[in-house]
């Protein structure tokens, strides 16, 4: 029922920024709240969380190697949620996923928001390349 759409990817130099978005149709984020997160997976690597954010308060939450370097945020009117990556570096090379799950206490999702099995949706993936 619910879909997911990313965008954004693309080929870009070490420290350089992408901004990738993924846009969600089914249900509209003003009348059902979700964890929505974003992960990456290298070739011959685990699927790793990178960021995620509840969008019933906002609260949001990130992997140590993306700190300081990578924003999630959302858009309600748009249904979208948007992950601004700045001083890339050739290491964030992978496929990203944007996933969703319904979500309703914010201490319930700080346990599990960057924990791949507790997604239900997932979208198709955009490709990120870092060049060295």
């Known amino acids: 029922q619910l879909k997911l759409a990313e965008s954004g990817g693309g080929s870009v130099p070490a420290g350089g920024s992408l901004r990738l978005s993924c846009t969600a149709s089914?249900?509209?984020?003003?009348?059902?709240?979700?964890?929505m997160g974003w992960f990456r997976q290298a070739p011959g690597k685990d699927r790793e969380g990178v960021a995620a954010i509840y969008t019933g308060g906002g609260n949001t939450y990130y992997a140590d190697s993306v700190k300081g370097r990578f924003t999630i945020s959302q858009d309600y009117a748009k249904n979208t949620v948007y992950l601004q990556m700045n001083s890339l570096k050739f290491e964030d090379t992978a496929m990203y996923y944007c996933a969703a799950r319904e979500a309703s206490t914010v201490v319930a999702v700080s346990l599990v928001a960057l924990r791949s099995g507790y997604y239900r949706y997932w979208g198709q993936g955009t490709q990120v390349t870092v060049s060295s």
């Open positions: 089914g249900v509209p984020f003003t009348t059902s709240t979700y964890c």
